[in-house]
């Protein structure tokens, strides 16, 4: 166990709707990431924020956004969904948000877009 | 659990023999490395990294060496168990960068 929680573990929705994802960081670590994980583009970094600020941004859609609240914990909205949406994202945290950092993973949310 | 990828490369062999798996990485400024396991159904972990001043760092049981003359990676398994059987990923960055970029990821499979 990580230390980082993540809910829903599974949701499926239809396209067109919108969705929150949940996550929260290990005890102590300020810097949360969000991961796309689908079967034919592997593992893609989205976006990184350190207490509460945006501080790395990656391949994200614009139907997509992220933010961290002041007690740590981020939410990854995702808009106008598509059947492409569907994969596993991940969030991971990390003490202080510095490229060596390790990062911790949640164990995923499974989104299905019918 | 669920499939990570269903169209991964995959590294099949016998507990107790060692295991190498490989990753090509893509940007010859990538100054920083790291190796991540991913167990079906969970996240990945972090398994070791390396940093471009160095060929070679040694875990507990895992190698990492790293070939920049050719932008290559790779992970070495002493005495696999099947608790090793996972899909491995490398992923790069480079300093102060803060964004990662993942190679696709080898299935390894010990067979007991």
């Known amino acids: 166990d990580s230390g980082v929680t993540q809910t829903p573990k599974h949701l499926i929705t239809a396209t067109g709707q919108r969705v929150t994802l949940r996550c929260?960081?290990?005890?102590?670590?300020?810097?949360?990431y969000w991961y796309q994980q689908s079967l034919d583009q592997g593992l893609q970094f989205l976006i990184q924020y350190y207490n509460g600020e945006e501080r790395a941004k990656g391949n994200i859609l614009e139907r997509f956004s992220a933010q961290q609240f002041p007690d740590l914990h981020?939410?990854?909205?995702?808009?106008?969904?598509?059947?492409?949406?569907?994969?596993?994202?991940?969030?991971?945290?990390s003490l202080s948000g510095g490229t060596?950092?390790?990062?911790?993973?949640?164990?995923?949310?499974r989104l299905t877009v019918l | 659990g669920e499939s990570v990828g269903l169209h991964l490369p995959t590294l099949s062999v016998q507990e107790g023999d060692n295991s190498i798996?490989?990753?090509?990485?893509?940007?010859?400024?990538?100054?920083?490395?790291?190796?991540?396991?991913?167990?079906s159904g969970k996240g990945p972990q972090f398994i070791i990294d390396i940093r471009s001043n160095m060929d070679?760092?040694?875990?507990?049981?895992?190698?990492?060496?790293?070939?920049k003359t050719v932008k290559h990676l790779s992970l070495q398994i002493a005495a696999t168990q099947p608790g090793d059987s996972a899909v491995y990923f490398c992923a790069e960055t480079y300093s102060n960068f803060n964004k990662?970029?993942?190679?696709?990821?080898?299935?390894?499979?010990?067979k007991p």
């Open chain 2, 21 to 39: 798996i490989n990753c090509a990485y893509s940007n010859s400024a990538s100054d920083y490395f790291i190796w991540y396991k991913q167990e």
């Open chain 1, 24 to 32: 929260s960081p290990r005890s102590g670590d300020l810097s949360v």
């Open chain 2, 56 to 67: 070679k760092r040694q875990g507990q049981r895992v190698t990492v060496l790293l070939n």
């Open chain 1, 74 to 93: 981020s939410e990854l909205n995702l808009s106008s969904l598509e059947l492409g949406d569907s994969a596993l994202y991940f969030c991971a945290s």
């Open chain 2, 100 to 110: 990662f970029y993942f190679g696709s990821g080898t299935k390894l499979n010990v």
């Open chain 1, 100 to 109: 060596t950092d390790t990062q911790y993973f949640g164990p995923g949310t």
